[in-house]
């Protein structure tokens, strides 16, 4: 199945990194329309934005459920079952293979073909020497293409890179996994934690399906201006 994105709009993903609920919610209300999927990661669901998920999910929303999950085979398998029956469009899992195996096992056995799951293969906060510090002998960029094709090879639908590394894995996977790409900043944002980063026009250029782009978004004076003006610069790109 392709998770490939339709239009500019499409490719856009809001991560909803707020602390509550109900300012998640404001958000959306600002942005609706002008954003393809909202991002729902661990800042929120620890408070209470598992159930929100489901809620935007219900109303029509593309969702995006940022949870990284790697356990045992047993556990994943179950944990993707259950999100499975949740209307999300995107999951994260880490890409190891065994990981990722068991998570498109989970799909097969519910016969769930609509949800995605992404492979995250090196965090976009991470540089050469925090990979060196976890234990890894390389450069970021032979790891990232590694995790890549275990995914491809896993059947997973989609990875999780930096847009730094987009352009050489659409040469290593082609059409056959879609590419989404944390650490887009539009030109003259701060980059803050992320450290392998592009401005939305080039990372689409270099390859990139879909951007997720918070800070520049949701901390802007006006998040609608602000994420309309990212539409733009994606749709140049096109």
């Not at 209300?29 to 809620?55: C, D, N, P, R, S």
């Not at 016969?111 to 995605?116: P, S, T």
Request: net charge negative; glycine share 8%; with cysteine.
């Amino acid at each position: 199945m392709s998770y490939r994105p339709a239009n500019a709009v499409d490719r856009l993903i809001l991560p909803l990194d707020v602390p509550t609920v109900d300012e998640a919610r404001e958000l959306v209300k600002k942005t609706q329309g002008l954003v393809g999927t909202y991002k729902i990661g661990m800042q929120l669901q620890f408070a209470g934005g598992l159930q929100f998920a489901e809620e935007l999910a219900k109303e029509g929303h593309s969702i995006f459920l940022d949870v990284k999950l790697l356990d045992i085979d047993n556990t994943i398998t179950s944990a993707v079952k259950n999100v499975a029956k949740m209307g999300m469009k995107f999951m994260t899992i880490h890409a190891y293979p065994k990981n990722m195996r068991a998570a498109v096992k989970a799909l097969e056995e519910v016969g769930n073909k609509d949800l995605c799951l992404l492979g995250v293969t090196v965090l976009t906060s991470m540089d050469e020497q925090d990979v060196k510090d976890a234990g890894y002998v390389g450069p970021t960029a032979n790891l990232v293409e590694q995790r890549a094709l275990d995914a491809m090879e896993a059947g997973v639908g989609g990875i999780v890179c930096s847009p730094v590394e987009s352009a050489a894995m659409r040469a290593k996977v082609g059409d056959k996994l879609c590419i989404v790409t944390p650490g887009v900043r539009p030109k003259g944002s701060d980059a803050g934690d992320q450290r392998r980063v592009m401005t939305p026009y080039d990372a689409i250029k270099a390859g990139s399906d879909y951007l997720v782009i918070g800070r520049p978004i949701y901390r802007a004076e006006d998040p609608r201006a602000a994420a309309e003006a990212i539409v733009a610069e994606i749709e140049s790109a096109l």
